[in-house]
């Protein structure tokens, strides 16, 4: 990057008030979320006392989020496309909105107009000799604001990564800018645990040399990817990706090489964690960042081999039915690409599909393996999409199992303190005694209580 062109730009940077202030009322605007988050134009956003009726669409964000204060009702209404921390609770009480949205459909609803955005407020990193900013550490749906708004204001960091792909975005289309200088928002690694440890273990084993691995930020995806540095030929096709993952491409366990969907380089849609995992990003042609749409498109996906796609979950129910983004009705997070990657990962050669939980909440109160979901639970993942799930107490594929197997399966790797619970309840809800209880009648048929008959894709469940 030419220093002096950037110095030359700067000149026409205007405050954080002034950039906000061309936004009218009753617009609809997208702004940048996780490590991307414009913090200053937020700030300033929600400083403006004279605005009425915005619509602010985002994803999770980072940072500060004023917008979300009651100060800001009747001015600013937060529309969350995947709801992070600050955000849960406006929309549990009413003054925030929340829309159920795959993060692959979001570009759809902007180049449609199905919402007709009029503004985007993004971060970007500063422009180079040829007049070319970068969205930095987030494509994902920022692409398609970029290119479906009418007015860009832009907060140009000369901390943001500059990032490879389809990261590209003309200067020129920039209305209002300020000029910053500040370290982007960031995570450092969660300390792993011995429930994350053993989870991390048991991924680990199932994932073979040359798969093409989808993971999430947090304790569990990190204690397996601290677990995949002996494995071989390893490839990334990810929605997103954090700090752990950088170790894998440094020791040579990630090469891209056996990919069929932009070999020889990790494809991400955006990137959240430390400074670490900025500075591999920036400048890095290794790592091609690109549009949700794209990452997440099941057809995209599932032409790769191996695909060990590893996702979470709240609550899995007996009959194999994921709720991923709600506590019953209070909404904690967002469709996001969990069932895009589920189903593209089972369709790929190979491909194991994963849903990982430990086995208990609230410090062991709570079974995470229930007999139904709580009333309002959202069913991101189908029942009949499920393949793997896995505890800290085993791993077992539900996929072509009877709802009496998978009852079977899922109990084997519940906390043993709520097993007897969850069987009493499964043969109350079914109507029919579990193979178990047959067994220990003295007219039964052994072979109905033989692990064959319980289906050759469930795994007992291991104990710690």
């Not at 500060?64 to 204060?69: G, Q, S, T, V």
Request: proline residues 6%; glycine residues 10%.
């Amino acid at each position: 990057m030419n220093h002096h062109d950037w110095s030359q730009f700067k000149s026409r940077a205007v405050s954080a008030a002034e950039a906000v202030r061309i936004i009218p009322n009753g617009a609809r605007a997208f702004m940048h979320g996780g490590a991307a988050t414009p913090t200053p134009l937020v700030l300033a956003l929600a400083a403006r006392t004279d605005l009425e009726g915005l619509r602010l669409y985002h994803v999770h964000t980072e940072g500060p989020a004023p917008f979300l204060d009651p100060a800001c009702e009747g001015r600013i209404r937060s529309v969350s496309l995947f709801t992070g921390a600050a955000a849960r609770g406006p929309v549990a009480e009413g003054r925030a909105d929340f829309i159920p949205v795959f993060l692959s459909d979001i570009h759809y609803l902007f180049q449609t107009r199905r919402i007709p955005l009029d503004v985007a407020i993004l971060q970007l990193s500063p422009p180079d000799a040829h007049g070319w900013c970068t969205l930095g550490t987030s494509v994902d749906c920022a692409r398609a604001a970029f290119d479906h708004a009418t007015i860009i204001i832009a907060e140009i960091n000369e901390q943001m990564p500059r990032t490879h792909g389809e990261s590209l975005v003309p200067f020129s289309r920039v209305n209002a800018f300020i000029a910053t200088d500040r370290p982007l928002h960031s995570h450092e690694p969660e300390a792993e645990g011995p429930v994350e440890a053993r989870i991390g273990e048991v991924i680990a084993d199932l994932i073979e040399d040359g798969s093409t691995l989808q993971i999430g930020i947090g304790a569990i995806p990190d204690a397996v990817l601290a677990r995949l540095q002996h494995k071989h030929e390893l490839g990334v096709h990810t929605e997103m990706f954090s700090d752990r993952l950088v170790p894998l491409v440094e020791c040579g366990a990630v090469t891209n090489r056996l990919k069929i969907v932009a070999p020889g380089r990790i494809v991400t849609a955006f990137v959240i964690g430390s400074q670490r995992v900025f500075d591999f990003v920036h400048d890095n042609p290794f790592v091609n960042f690109i549009g949700s749409d794209k990452t997440n498109d099941t057809a995209t996906i599932r032409k790769n081999p191996k695909v060990a796609a590893i996702n979470s979950a709240i609550e899995v129910d007996l009959t194999g039915q994921v709720c991923a983004d709600s506590m019953g009705h209070r909404i904690y997070s967002g469709i996001g690409g969990q069932m895009d990657f589920i189903r593209g990962a089972a369709l790929s050669p190979g491909g194991k599909p994963i849903i990982a939980l430990p086995s208990t909440a609230k410090g062991g109160q709570i079974s995470r393996i229930t007999s139904e979901l709580k009333p309002g639970a959202g069913v991101v993942t189908t029942r009949g999409h499920v393949h793997w799930i896995v505890t800290e107490y085993g791993a077992v594929n539900l996929q072509g199992l009877t709802l009496r197997e998978r009852g079977e399966a899922l109990i084997s790797i519940a906390h043993p303190d709520f097993q007897a619970g969850l069987r009493r309840d499964f043969t109350r809800i079914r109507h029919f005694p579990l193979a178990e209880d047959l067994a220990r009648r003295p007219d039964a048929d052994q072979n109905a209580a033989s692990p064959s008959a319980r289906g050759s894709g469930a795994r007992k469940g291991t104990t710690m």
